[in-house]
Nanobody, 113 residues
Framework: QVRLVESGGGLVQAGGSLRLSCAAS????????MGWHRQAPGKQRELVAG???????FYADSVKGRFTISRDSAKNTVYLQMNSLKPEDAAVYYC???????WGQGTQVTVSS
């Protein structure tokens, strides 16, 4: 059974940083396409960043240069380092695996202005 558990969300001031973690079990993150998505109230869920099994990375235009996706094979965990946070980055952030076949429960990110 695949399980993805996000953590690291919280309240941060604009300009601050957070690092989200997605601890995986039941899959090996190194061999799967992993993604971070977010959903703000009243908006559709959007892909923020992704990393493929071949180490190709993708970033939404809105986060390029500020967010970095990475993974630690030893910990079977995917990270999203978020810097220079803006109020518009506030959302529930979800981890996905295996081309969005599996999802975590989400972690809330709040950015105060």
């Amino acid at each position: 059974q695949v399980r993805l558990v996000e953590s690291g969300g919280g309240l941060v001031q604009a300009g601050g940083s957070l690092r989200l973690s997605c601890a995986a079990s039941g899959i090996i993150v190194r061999f799967n396409n992993m993604g971070w998505h977010r959903q703000a109230p009243g908006k559709q869920r959007e892909l923020v960043a992704g990393i493929s099994s071949g180490d190709f990375t993708f970033y939404a235009d809105s986060v390029k240069g500020r967010f970095t996706i990475s993974r630690d094979s030893a910990k079977n965990t995917v990270y999203l380092q978020m810097n220079s946070l803006k109020p518009e980055d506030a959302a529930v952030y979800y981890c996905s695996a295996n081309d969005n076949r599996h999802w975590g429960q989400g972690t809330q990110v709040t950015v105060s202005s």
